[in-house]
């Protein structure tokens, strides 16, 4: 690195990369663009590794872990009961919380809730409403009177970059884990959990959700972030050079190619519409690869 | 007896005392402490020796007596410790009208003051036959200047767990001070929910020690209002419940624990009831709650410096040997403020 | 959300809440020979998970996992001390504990997160040279993702490993077991199961090759010659557990050389 930098400045040829990279991060980036890699050896257009497994987390009713290079993020549902509002009563509610505690990042204090978490919690809920995943109706138990809260929690466990894309997908994967659990209606009208061994109360309490044990996910969305420096497009990019670049765009695809949302907050390069179109293909074969590694990761659990 | 009179009475050595303290931090002669009352502990040969000299401060003399005892300790460290030094006085006042009982407990110069409330609660899912407990401390700015604004709160916090531990026992109540089974009236729907506050108003050292007394003291002079509870209610509804103003219900204390703090100043002294000078010195302190049957019911550590396990063992027994003294001296102590108060209403 | 957009309803967890179920349950554990919810031996730990460097955003990083209990610990710094703070010749420790709304059975039920922060505090200040780093502050944050029993010592022992990783100059790896008191029986390691039914806990933190206590908590009621059993219960699983740890940065150290 220390050769091909000769060309830029002179003060380059006497300083470490380290040092390089660090003083002059941007003309460090720069570089590497004019070369089409990028500093950790990818192509521009390549998304990191990533990898997905489910049900991580025994105490929730659904779970995944999803890593996008070293961005970790761990989702998990609980379900609750509720009185479902009067308005629609044959349907449930989901609620959607995204959290970035203090262990994912230097800049997350304790107390101090990161600036970044509301602005992805709320994007991700708009998204996975707006895709039409979910079918609120089978969230409903008895109508008017029971319905599911389906609590999903998502925890970034570590921060580099492209929080959303691995959100998203750490969220779909916990709800195409959720097993939602058999629950009865008893005496006191209150819905308890459907216990096979609870002896002499089978006649009395029925359980109510017997079949309805999955939800059935129609299409599913999976995001790709990508920069937007100068004429150059970079796929995921990690917490430095989102850092470095400031412009990013997010475009959410579902798994019929369909575009659900498209994300542009801003930023210093204007976005034209070839280099949109461009982002739409790169994402157009990333949601390919996503979708092979959730099928992947549910074979494998049925496997288990 | 006014505490300035007992404090005028006391030896003027206590002046040197403190001045020779300052000085000289590491020469911790046992003379230093003749305001205090102690015991020794020394190495003879094999076994240890308790060596017991104490002013009573409260026949204006002092009196000197010493006790030989063997006493199994490990090594051949020399060990002093002081015991039951400041009297515990308590006297137990009424400036709370709300509060069920409440207790002032002075140590030295470290005062605090306890109260207890009770209020009507409904006890949670989990234990459906039995009441709740919570207990808070609260540190004054006036007790010292590094509580002002929100400097107490860390203290606050840690005496707080501090006393929940060492007074209420393990999650199934065993070796609980309070009997939560009592707190319960009607299983599952009503209980008492005892709120218990603690206030440091002025602190020398040692408080942990003193808000457990004043627990315990303001305790025993609580009264829980006798209740009538409408006998034909359904199992759904909430029963209703009359609270009498008259009829109090005395609240057993019996086992309510006392807390005894060793602190280790140096390498081979653990030292009762320090003051705040010498709690500057510690390297490490442990709180042991010991009940009257003298089963060790919660203990806590300070500081961050180890210690070898075998000088917890030690600490322990020596701690078990002081709650005994402190436990008879509390008892008594109560009882003569129960009967002032008696005379004054 | 179409509800979290208006009034949040009420929810509840459909918890198997029939009472003569617990019941039941209770006398098991009172029982003279009752056998563990998992089979373990009285004083037989669970199999213990670790590995550093979970978390490649901060400085040292471990992640622990025994039975269901989960933890994930986060070191950051040495880095500058907060403004308001006084100037120390010595480097401040700062510990934050929290949970993850999935972590219990019930949801959000871990309520006080300040007073386990703060244990974690004395357990650790101990074993760490604070003066190799003045003026700075190491920032010790854990996350429990899951609670399985336990929760406390497993935080303790992930959070000193993290600091190894971190390259946090410490006298010696701080080990912490816990002993449940339950009828007449010491249980080493109990689950939250065990913890709910237990008379009386014994905590025990310790720096293993030095032989030495940083914080010892014990709850309920225990005579004399209990507590010296416990201890000698927890000091001997200190001890195999420091080695276990001591294994594992071993084998961190070397896959990283290589």
């Known amino acids: 690195m220390v050769e091909s930098a000769k060309g830029m400045n002179d003060l380059s040829s006497e300083m470490e990369v380290d040092a390089f990279r660090r003083l002059f991060p941007l003309r460090f980036h720069e570089r590497h663009l004019l070369e089409s890699v990028r500093p950790d050896a990818r192509p521009l257009g390549k998304a990191r590794d990533t990898s997905l497994a489910l049900g991580a987390v025994a105490s929730a009713d659904g779970s995944a872990l999803a890593k996008i290079g070293s961005t970790t993020m761990l989702a998990a549902i609980k379900m609750e009961v509720m009185t479902p509002a009067k308005e629609t009563p044959d349907e449930g509610c989901i609620a959607i919380e995204f959290h970035m505690p203090a262990i994912c990042s230097p800049i997350v204090r304790p107390g101090r809730p990161a600036e970044a978490a509301p602005v992805v919690s709320k994007q991700l809920s708009d998204t996975i409403v707006s895709s039409g995943m979910l079918d609120l109706k089978e969230l409903s138990l008895v109508s008017g009177k029971a319905a599911w809260m389906a609590y999903l929690d998502i925890y970034c466990l570590d921060a580099d970059g492209a929080l959303f894309d691995a959100a998203l997908l750490a969220a779909v994967a916990a709800f195409s884990h959720l097993q939602i659990p058999v629950v009865s209606l008893n005496d006191d009208g209150r819905i308890v959990v459907f216990s096979k061994e609870s002896e002499g109360e089978k006649p009395k309490n029925k359980p109510v959700n017997e079949e309805k044990r999955k939800l059935k996910l129609r299409s599913i969305p999976f995001g790709l972030t990508c920069i937007i420096h100068k004429n150059y497009i970079l796929a995921d990019p990690t917490a430095e050079e989102e850092s470095i670049m400031e412009t990013l765009i997010t475009i959410v695809l579902d798994s019929s190619y369909q575009l659900v949302s498209l994300y542009k907050p801003g930023g210093p390069a204007l976005a034209y519409q070839p280099i949109i179109q461009d982002c739409i293909a790169l994402s157009r074969q990333r949601v390919g690869e996503l979708q092979t590694i959730l099928n992947e990761a549910i074979c494998d659990m049925e496997v288990d | ?345 | 959300m179409a509800a979290k957009a208006g009034t949040t309803p009420a929810t509840y967890s459909p918890s198997p809440t029939t009472n003569n179920k617990k019941k039941n349950r209770t006398p098991l554990f009172s029982d003279v020979d009752w056998v563990r919810p998992d089979g373990r031996d009285f004083h037989q730990c669970r199999p213990a998970f670790l590995r550093t460097g979970a978390v490649n955003a901060a400085s040292g990083s471990a992640y622990a996992e025994f039975g269901n209990t989960k933890v994930i610990v986060s070191i950051f710094g040495p880095r500058e001390s907060k403004k308001a703070m006084m100037y120390s010749d010595i480097g401040r420790l700062n510990c934050n504990v929290s949970y993850t709304t999935f972590a219990t059975p019930v949801r959000s039920q871990v309520s006080d997160n300040k007073d386990i922060s703060s244990q974690l505090h004395k357990s650790l200040e101990g074993a760490i040279m604070l003066n190799t780093f003045p003026k700075t502050t190491v920032d010790v944050f854990a996350l429990v993702l899951e609670s399985g029993g336990c929760d406390l010592p497993v935080i303790i022992s992930c959070a000193s490993l993290a600091l190894a990783d971190a390259g946090i100059m410490m006298y010696d790896l701080v080990a912490a077991v816990s002993v449940s008191c339950i009828g007449k029986n010491l249980v080493i390691d109990p689950i939250s199961e065990e913890e709910n039914h237990q008379d009386g806990n014994l905590m025990t933190t310790c720096l293993p090759s030095r032989n030495e206590v940083t914080q010892l908590t014990i709850t309920g009621e225990w005579s004399t010659p209990k507590i010296h059993e416990a201890m000698e219960l927890c000091l001997d699983a200190c001890s195999k557990l420091g080695k276990i740890m001591r294994s594992c940065l071993k084998e961190s150290a070397s896959t990283s050389q290589e």
């Open chain 2, 1 to 345: 007896m006014t505490s300035e009179e007992r404090e005028s009475n006391c030896p003027t050595i206590v002046s040197v005392g403190d001045h020779r303290r300052i000085k000289q931090p590491r020469r911790r002669e046992l003379a230093m402490f003749t305001d205090r009352p102690w015991v020794g502990l020394r190495t003879f040969g094999d076994g240890v020796y308790w060596t017991v000299r104490r002013w009573c401060l409260q026949d204006h003399k002092a009196l000197m007596y010493s006790v030989n005892q063997t006493v199994s300790l490990l090594g051949q460290v020399i060990i002093s410790v002081r015991v039951a030094p400041r009297n515990p006085s308590s006297d137990v006042i009424l400036p709370y009208s709300k509060a069920n009982g409440s207790a002032r407990v002075k140590m030295g110069r470290t005062e605090v003051i306890a109260s207890v409330k009770a209020e009507l609660g409904r006890p949670s899912s989990s234990a459906p036959g039995k009441g709740k407990v919570s207990i808070f401390v609260d540190c004054s700015p006036t007790a010292a200047p590094q509580f002002e604004g929100r400097g107490g709160e860390e203290l606050s916090m840690e005496l707080s767990a501090a006393l929940r531990q060492c007074l209420l026992g393990g999650k199934s109540g065993a070796g609980g001070g309070i009997n939560l089974s009592s707190l319960s009236i009607v299983d599952g729907k009503v209980c008492w929910d005892l709120y218990i506050d603690g206030l440091v108003v002025s602190m020398d050292g040692n408080v942990l020690d003193a808000l457990g007394a004043a627990i315990k003291a303001a305790l025993s002079n609580t009264g829980i209002p006798k209740v009538n509870i409408a006998s034909a209610t359904t199992p759904d509804e909430q029963p209703e419940v009359d609270v009498s103003d008259e009829e109090f219900l005395q609240f057993d204390t019996t086992a309510v624990p006392v807390i005894v703090t060793l602190t280790k100043v140096g390498r081979h002294y653990y030292i009762a009831d320090a003051t705040s000078e010498e709690e500057s010195q510690m390297s490490s302190a442990v709180s042991v709650s010991v009940n009257q049957q003298g089963s060790i019911c919660g203990l806590t550590k300070r500081g961050g410096a180890g210690l070898d396990p075998s000088v917890i063992v030690d600490m322990i027994s020596v701690a078990k040997h002081v709650s005994e003294e402190l436990m008879n001296k509390l008892d008594s102590e109560i009882a003569a403020a129960e009967a002032m108060e008696e005379d004054s209403s």
